[in-house]
């Protein structure tokens, strides 16, 4: 069999930088990192899927959740691995690349990953015009263009500026998810004496299946985690680094989101939490008596966040696609004074644009999840590809035994398959 263990012979083509352009600065740390990962997975999703959640599952949605973190865990491993390989920008498409030895291949990888997030960028800005729209009567148009222009602006700072700037925005956000857990722990023995009715009894198939499909749901609220890969070329250690970004920004998200989840179906019934714009500013009401508009404004600085760090990651992956001589070279030109791929940004920042204008987005959290898994399970089965044909592993890896990406590769497409047949059955 072929050798296609990654070692400086074997790395993709990374051509060396134009001239005029420099390379991407090493300046981030762990801390960077895990608010980087945290900004761009704990966003918009769970301020506004958990009404979707309980419309499809009812008490069972925090079990949902925890499937679709069990799904990303999986594949978290996979990504630690191959992001220690091969740390560069438009990380997919380079470990794709790498294992299959197809330039198509690892360059459509690269586009389906900036594809799926120009289209939750986009979802996210059209949430954030609702949002700011209750505080600032203008038409949804003109703070779909301000939102995008200003936090494209951001985006094009250097990286170290533009994501402490969102990890601030981040903590804000996170901030309104443990105001909820600390006021539904102040609701009595709830929270516990009604915990038997989140479990399924194993022979209700029908509960099991609607579970199955609402984590394809849930996923879309944990996209982002794997974006860390795509910084691995901007961080100061990426070998020590990226894992323990990768395990914490996902450990603390599932906690947060079942807790949350869990808290909001006791507190308002599921049917009504489905009928609400709002969910988690309702389940927030509900708990404190506090107005509607204190969760509303926490919401409105989670998609602000979302949109930046979406921004951010679009860019690197046009940059690396870039410099790997899969898109134009102009794209891989990075800024001498920001170290920033602005003109990577831009180009995202104007698909962002252009999508949040121009195309309706209902339905497309669905669509952006299917097309995330559709990566998960091809660079699941890259690692496979690489384990089983090199001779031994290199040295200074993170390692992880072959199931991991054999069960990252099965719960992906068992996902999908799930999802097939309950669409084809509609």
Not at 314 to 333: E, H
Not at 345 to 370: C, D, N, Q
Request: charged share 10%; hydrophobic share 60%.
């Amino acid at each position: 069999m072929q050798d296609v263990g990654i070692d400086a012979s074997r790395q993709p083509a990374i051509r060396k930088a134009s001239p005029g352009s420099t390379r991407l600065i090493r300046s981030l740390t762990l801390t960077h990192a895990v608010l980087y990962g945290l900004g761009v997975t704990i966003g918009a999703g769970i301020y506004v899927l958990v009404g979707v959640a309980a419309a499809r599952s009812g008490m069972h949605a925090p079990l949902a959740f925890l499937a679709a973190a069990v799904v990303m865990g999986m594949t978290a491993g996979t990504f630690a691995e191959l992001g220690t390989r091969l740390p560069v920008a438009a990380s997919e498409a380079a470990y794709v690349q790498a294992a299959f030895h197809r330039k198509w291949l690892g360059g459509a990888t690269g586009l389906l990953v900036v594809a799926a997030a120009t289209i939750s960028g986009a979802t996210i800005t059209v949430g954030s015009a609702g949002y700011i729209g209750v505080f600032l009567p203008l038409p949804s148009a003109w703070i779909v263009v301000g939102v995008v222009l200003a936090m494209g602006a951001i985006a094009c700072l250097s990286a170290v500026q533009s994501i402490s700037f969102a990890g601030l925005m981040t903590v804000v956000e996170i901030g309104g998810l443990i105001l909820i857990i600390g006021a539904g722990l102040f609701q009595g023995d709830a929270l516990v004496s009604r915990l038997p009715e989140l479990w399924v009894p194993m022979t209700d198939l029908t509960a099991w299946t609607g579970i199955a499909q609402t984590a394809l749901l849930a996923v879309f609220a944990f996209i982002g985690f794997e974006h860390l890969v795509n910084i691995s070329e901007e961080m100061k250690s990426p070998s020590r680094t990226l894992p323990w970004a990768l395990f914490i920004t996902l450990g603390v998200t599932a906690l947060l989101y079942v807790a949350v989840v869990w808290i909001a179906v006791v507190a308002v019934p599921p049917a009504e939490l489905a009928r609400s714009s709002a969910p988690l500013a309702l389940v927030f009401q509900r708990l404190t008596g506090l107005p509607l508009s204190v969760l509303s404004a926490i919401a409105v600085v989670a998609t602000l966040n979302g949109i930046i760090v979406h921004m951010i990651m679009i860019g690197r992956v046009l940059y690396g696609l870039a410099d790997q001589g899969s898109l134009p070279s102009l794209l891989a030109r990075v800024n001498a004074r920001s170290g920033a791929p602005v003109v990577a940004t831009l180009f995202g920042v104007g698909a962002i644009l252009i999508l949040a204008l121009g195309i309706p987005l209902t339905g497309l959290a669905e669509w952006t999840s299917r097309l995330t898994l559709g990566v998960f399970a091809l660079v699941n089965l890259a690692l496979l590809r690489i384990k089983a044909s090199e001779p031994k592993p290199p040295a200074g890896v993170f390692l992880v035994p072959a199931w991991v990406p054999v069960a990252g590769l099965f719960t992906s497409a068992a996902l999908l398959l799930i999802d097939l047949v309950g669409w084809r059955a509609l």
